[in-house]
């Protein structure tokens, strides 16, 4: 590849790099399923790719279509063969995690949990629960397992979750 070439490359990346979307969008778009639209968490929701084509998926969605597509192939008694990919029709010829994204997706959560407790942590930084020596602070053992549950529940009430 000779240098002008390169230049024609470079110019084309720098010019996709300039566009309105920001690398944490482009990382929501690629770990959300096209499908389902929910973030694809491993295990249950792992993201699955397909070969030959390359595209992703939740480990649910695409075991549901399998599981549709073969049961369509038994009532039109035809052969029960490789399911289409559910974005291009391609015949898929297999499908493993894709290690990268789960990576990725593993990284980001623990960060983004990371950044909720220190959020609260900073709110919170020296929360009295029962068993306070009075001065604000837990006393003995407990004081590591009761401050985990506290910042737990409080990071479970800032994202809404009503369990």
Excluded at 123 to 142: D, F, H, L, W
Aim: hydrophobic share 35%; charged share 15%; with cysteine.
């Amino acid at each position: 590849m000779d240098i002008e070439n390169l230049s024609v490359l470079n110019s084309g990346w720098l010019s996709c790099g300039s566009s309105a979307s920001s690398p944490s969008s482009v990382i929501d778009d690629s770990s959300t399923c096209p499908i389902c639209f929910a973030l694809m968490k491993p295990p249950h929701l792992a993201p699955i790719i397909l070969t030959p084509c390359g595209h992703t998926f939740c480990a649910k969605c695409i075991a549901v279509h399998t599981a549709v597509q073969r049961k369509k192939a038994r009532l039109v008694g035809g052969p029960i063969s490789a399911p289409p990919c559910p974005q291009c029709k391609a015949t898929i010829m297999a499908q493993c995690v894709n290690i990268t994204l789960q990576n990725i997706i593993t990284e980001r959560l623990a960060i983004e949990e990371n950044m909720r407790r220190a959020e609260i942590e900073s709110i919170y930084p020296k929360t009295p629960v029962r068993g306070s020596n009075g001065e604000g602070q837990v006393r003995g053992a407990c004081e590591h397992i009761t401050r985990t549950i506290v910042l737990s529940f409080l990071a479970r009430c800032v994202a809404g979750d009503k369990t």
